[in-house]
Every structure is written in C-alpha cells, then in structure tokens.
C-alpha cells in the first residue's frame, strides 16, 4: 500500500509540473520550429560591434551621455504653435522623435538573445565571447555604460524632460538578462563581468521601485502596469531577489488579473485604445511572460485563478482565435500597423508548453519568426523562446 501511495503521489506530483516547465514534445517542436531562424541570427550578430548609448545623443535631453534618452511616441509639434509644447495624437507615431538610444537597446536586445539561443543549440563559446563583448560594453565598460536609471525616457518638448511610462522601454532588456542567466555558466563567462552584469541590474532595481517614476508606472492601471511587473520580475529572478519575486507574484494575482482581464479574458482598458488590437496582444504577451518567469510548483500562476474564473489560460483562449483569423477580430482595424500583426507572439509558444496545448503552438509554427517592422520588433520584447524554455543548469 505504500509503495502504491508514493507512486499515485509521484503521478500526481509530475501532472502538476507540466504546466510549470516544458513538456519534451513540446519543447522539441519549439527548438526545430526556431532552429535555422536562430542560428541566422547569430551569424549577424557575430558581426556586429557594440553599440551603446553613447553612440548618440539628442539636444533635447536633459540627461548626460550615459544617460538613456527617448521622446513620447505619439506626441507632435503643434500646428498653430510650431515652437510650442507638443500635442498628443493618440496612437499615431511622430517619426521626427529620438529613437536612436530604443533602437541602440533594441538591437542590444536582439544580439544577446540570438547569442545565447545558439549557445543553447551548440555550446560554441564563440558565441558566450560575442556576447559579453556587448554586455561589458553596456553594464561596465566606464566609457560606454549606460546609467541604471530611465530619468529621461519618453520625454516631450516643452512639456516634461522624462516620465514614468517611458520605463516600459527596458523591456528590451529583459532577453539581455536572460541571456546572461543562461550564457553565465558557460566556460568562457568572466564571473567579474558577471558580478558587474548583477549589480548593475541590482542598481537599476532599486531605481525602479524607489523613484517616483518607477512607483507611478508600477501603479499604472494598463500595459505599463503589466510590464512593470515583467521587468522587475525578469530583473529579480537574474539578481536573485527572492522578496521582489515574492512581491510581482502577488501583484499579478491582486491588482493585474482582477484589475485587467475581463470575465470573458479580454482586456478592456487595451480594447477602447485606438490600436486595440496590438495592444491587447501586448497585453496577453507581457502577463505570459511573467507566468512563464515566476511560476514554481508552490505557486503556480499558470493555473492560479481569481474566485471568479479569470486566469491565464482564460485570456490566451479569449484571443487566441483572433490571432488564428484576423478577419473575425470584432472591432475596428488599428489605426497604424494593422497589417503587420500578428507575428509569433511569446503568449501561444508560452502558453502551448504549460498546458501542453497543441492547437496553440500550431498556430504560432505558422506566423512570422523574425520579424522586421521596428514598431513590431518595439513591441515584442521576447523573440528568443529558447533561452525562456531551456532554464540554466
């Protein structure tokens, strides 16, 4: 009888881990569907030179070099005023603003990423030496790091110099900081380097649940509130800040859900945006996102639901036949870029290995792995599920 209740108890015990770590087969498809795309990227990015926020600045920034800079996307000169603060046109984005320091982290973001995948696929430490070029570059190098701090994001003429919404560009960084919880264990990581890599990420932890700006986007009521708790999430984990883990595992179960999703599991803050439907992509990506980072057999967000039913799966199920046929979405077409989504969103390959559900992961082997529009790229922030699915040893 003992041996029968510690077997029942072992069956038991694997059943509830599947939707915390990826099932072999599917896990298998995601690495065959990803493989090609993923090396092809890393040949680029074995070319490629570091490329900070030093490279460039803007004399519109009240920062310094090191500092990052960037301007509110859908804020335009006025007409009737041309010298005069600049007015909102609500999802329409003004080409003319400072992006150079997004694309620099974008690009950051994208070389780390595609290193790591492939040192994932073959343990060439090639690869590990590429992409500690770039991280030593960003993090320590004192003539080229960037402050860990985003005083001046998303800033706009004549109106402020920063703002606490611009925090959601670092959510490029959340592949840098997997990369590095992946690439740190092999043979050619320099542990100093890592060390630096921690503090760094550390410092820039603090800042954001500290400053005024980091305490106003965490408070935010959509998608910025979302991927605040992303980003210290991913943050945390590579840190090993157990009680902020502890805090972002809670704050998706008692201000994100119940605050966001819907009974039916759509977001209706995203749905009255003027580009509903992107943004509600962007949504169900970033609350995948922080199930996939913060789940654990004890606490398990993947299942976790409110007492009314709301949970993850809820939403993926929700959106994910809109995603399969674009021409049933119910509302009006974004206002921009509406023909560019949807591509591989993180949601269906994140949510098809935790409830081991096919349909989902066929739907995301069929659209567009790498893509190429930068707003798309912008809004996209995990293209590398090989490095989320494989976790360090």
Same mark, same amino acid.
């Given at each position: ?24 087969? &599917? ?13 092809? &990227? ?24 090191? #500092? ?6 859908? +804020? +335009?000169? #006025? ?39 492939? %040192? ?17 570059? +960003? ?12 005083? %001046? ?46 503090? +760094?990420?550390? &410092? %820039? ?70 580009? /509903? ?7 169900? #990506? ?20 409110? /007492? #009314? ?23 009006? /077409? ?36 790498? /893509? ?22």
């Amino acid at each position: 009888m003992y041996t029968l209740i510690r077997f029942l108890a072992f069956v038991i015990g694997s059943c509830l881990l599947t939707t915390v770590y990826a099932q072999p087969s &599917e896990r298998a498809v995601v690495l065959a569907t990803l493989k090609s795309v993923a090396l092809a &990227e890393a040949r680029w990015a074995m070319q490629q030179q570091p490329i900070t926020v030093t490279a460039q600045t803007s004399p519109r920034s009240a920062g310094g070099k090191h #500092d990052f800079f960037s301007e509110g996307d859908y +804020w +335009w000169p #006025d007409t009737i005023n041309p010298q005069g603060p600049y007015i909102q046109r609500d999802g329409m984005t003004n080409p003319d603003n400072f992006v150079a320091h997004r694309q620099a982290m974008i690009r950051f973001s994208r070389i780390v990423g595609a290193l790591a995948s492939a %040192y994932v696929l073959t343990k060439d430490e090639a690869y590990v030496r590429q992409a500690f070029r770039h991280l030593t570059a +960003w993090f320590v190098d004192p003539a080229t790091r960037m402050n860990p701090s985003l005083v %001046y994001a998303q800033a706009i003429k004549g109106r402020a110099t920063g703002r606490g919404i611009g925090i959601i560009d670092t959510i490029h960084l959340m592949e840098v900081a997997q990369g590095v919880r992946v690439l740190e264990k092999a043979k050619r990581a320099d542990k100093a380097t890592v060390a630096a890599i921690r503090r +760094w990420f550390a &410092e %820039y932890l603090t800042w954001l649940t500290t400053h005024p700006y980091g305490k106003d986007e965490m408070n935010a009521k959509n998608n910025h509130g979302t991927c605040w708790v992303m980003q210290v999430a991913a943050f945390a984990r590579l840190t090993n800040n157990d009680s902020l883990m502890r805090f972002c595992r809670n704050r998706y179960k008692t201000i994100l859900l119940p605050d966001q999703m819907a009974v039916d599991g759509s977001f209706p803050l995203e749905l009255r945006r003027t580009k /509903p439907y992107g943004y509600s992509l962007f949504n169900l #990506d970033a609350m995948t996102t922080i199930c996939q980072i913060l789940s654990t057999p004890s606490d398990n967000l993947w299942t976790y639901q409110t /007492p #009314d039913g709301r949970g993850i799966r809820k939403g993926i199920a929700y959106l994910h036949p809109f995603v399969q046929d674009k021409s049933s979405w119910p509302l009006k /077409p974004d206002v921009m870029y509406w023909n560019d989504w949807p591509v591989a969103q993180p949601f269906l390959v994140f949510g098809a290995v935790a409830f081991a559900q096919r349909d989902w992961l066929d739907t995301w082997k069929k659209l567009e792995h790498n /893509p190429q529009v930068e707003e798309v790229i912008r809004n996209l922030p995990i293209r590398n599920p090989i490095i989320w699915l494989t976790e360090p040893q």
